[in-house]
């Protein structure tokens, strides 16, 4: 394959999970992928991949972020696309993250992608590129246990959007794709973390801590049978507490799509239409919370014919 003409694209968080699949997927589809990694392992596994070449680059450390700058440049291909992956997934009651465990989350969820893509604008700027940051449906909801986590994603969004304003005059457009549960192993990764954080939780909490605790430390159940019988889990409607993650192949062929369809959305919410459901309908709550105030309070005509504007002007545009 001719890297020259390839549209290279630099994935954060390669190693495993989500950023392998999506490495991955665009090698095989002819994309000169680099992937960042943090161990010499993981670098040598990347590589057996082809087209992928591993960059060691930990998105906290600016002076390992330059080094891979150097190392695209002096490749001589440029960076079409910049796709912000690398994350943490860790949970815990608010009252029991330390001070230090919530700056470290910031720091990769938040201040990553912010170093990565100011470290990289001048090559996306050159090749009129992409940039597309890997959020959540966190950055929309919110719920017990998950704060931290979803105070990022959050984040994540208002980021993606105002990048999206900044720079799309500029050609380069910016998107974000926001995943429901995915079967990888950031789950694991975080596991000790969030256990000493159930653990270190003071009264009222303890009961509630002690719970979950039980939850967290139980020996994984037995494999059900596939067949669909009576108690298996697998045969039920998805729901909270039978949740069904999908392959992260679903969140590839988004990002592949936000790369490179002529015209990428803002927003991608890919996962099952429970996590859809879920989604929609707290978004129609914010919406109505947001308009039940003296000075906004359409009724429910105004409302319906608002969503017919949006709609109609979302129509025209596509």
Known sequence: MDHKTARPVLITGASSGIGN???RYLAERGCLVYGTVRNDRAAADLGKIDNVVPLRCDVTKS???AAAVRTVTSAGHGLYGLVNNAGLGDLGMLSTWTDEEMLHIFDVNVFGPHRMTNAFLPLLLASHGRI??????????????YGPYTMTKHAIEAYTETLRAELEEYGVLASVVQPGGIATNIGEASHTGTVARFERAEAPFREEADAILGYLLAPPPAEQSP?????DATAESESESNRKPSSPEIVAVAVYDALFSPTPKLHYLVGT??????????????LLDENDNPRHNYSREQLVALLDKHTAEREKRE
């Open 21 to 23: 699949c999506v490495a």
């Open 63 to 65: 002076v390992e972020i």
């Open 132 to 145: 597309v940051n890997i959020g959540s449906q966190g950055g929309i909801l919110a719920k017990k246990y």
């Open 227 to 231: 067949s669909g019988g009576d108690g």
């Open 273 to 286: 239409r429970w996590e859809g459901d879920r989604v929609l309908n707290t978004l129609v709550a914010k």
